[in-house]
T-cell receptor
Framework: QKEVEQDPGPLSVPEGAIVSLNCTYSNSAFQYFMWYRQYSRKGPELLMYTYSSGNKEDGRFTAQVDKSSKYISLFIRDSQPSDSATYLCAMSRLNTGNQFYFGTGTSLTVIP | NAGVMQNPRHLVRRRGQEARLRCSPMKGHSHVYWYRQLPEEGLKFMVYLQKENIIDESGMPKERFSAEFPKEGPSILRIQQVVRGDSAAYFC??????????FGPGTRLTVL
């Protein structure tokens, strides 16, 4: 079983839709949870960073962590064509000095 | 503040040659991580370094791969006697002591 599971998609939505991206994980020691956005042939760009359980909101993006279910989500409101990218979840046991475990990424296309 | 720099961005090598990938972390960041990304796969951790020290190399292949982060200059990922299976995107990330990882644009290695 992989440490982190993520549905690869692809996911295609109309502009303005609410997008839900999800990851599950198996290691209960994970404490830090990140979402990265990666445009084609570019490096991953940090979007959201949360510690332990709960919600975190930043503009149109909301990250949720449910440690009891080992499940994390990223919601994108009012999706825009510029949101079209691959979204990677990542997690680690410590905030630094430790390797990150990545999902395989979900490819998202927002259609104008 | 410049981001993480990687060069070259694209590297072509013939089988049996050596590949050297360079990474300059963000200013003030003393932790460097190397990841490999294959098509349709997530980012795979390779090695974590601090200045002059390899902290965790659990993701590095046992042969042909090495990494260093000298006191002065960039971090280097070195692949000796490259094979076709080494073709991938290699990403470097850096972090300060108390924060998450920020990624560079990657080096795309093609082995002919």
């Amino acid at each position: 079983q992989k440490e982190v599971e993520q549905d690869p998609g692809p996911l295609s939505v109309p502009e303005g839709a609410i997008v839900s991206l999800n990851c599950t994980y198996s290691n209960s020691a994970f404490q830090y949870f990140m979402w990265y956005r990666q445009y084609s042939r570019k490096g991953p760009e940090l979007l959201m960073y949360t510690y332990s359980s709960g919600n975190k909101e930043d503009g149109r993006f909301t990250a949720q962590v449910d440690k009891s279910s080992k499940y994390i989500s990223l919601f994108i409101r009012d999706s825009q064509p510029s949101d079209s990218a691959t979204y990677l979840c990542a997690m680690s046991r410590l905030n630094t000095g430790n390797q990150f475990y990545f999902g395989t990424g979900t490819s998202l296309t927002v259609i104008p | 503040n410049a981001g993480v720099m990687q060069n070259p961005r694209h590297l072509v090598r013939r089988r049996g040659q050596e590949a050297r990938l360079r990474c300059s972390p963000m200013k003030g960041h003393s932790h460097v991580y190397w990841y490999r990304q294959l098509p349709e796969e997530g980012l795979k951790f390779m090695v974590y370094l601090q200045k002059e020290n390899i902290i965790d190399e659990s993701g590095m292949p046992k042969e042909r791969f090495s990494a260093e982060f000298p006191k002065e200059g960039p971090s280097i990922l070195r692949i000796q006697q490259v094979v076709r299976g080494d073709s991938a995107a290699y990403f470097c990330a850096s972090s300060p002591i108390e924060d998450t990882q920020y990624f560079g644009p990657g080096t795309r290695l093609t082995v002919l």
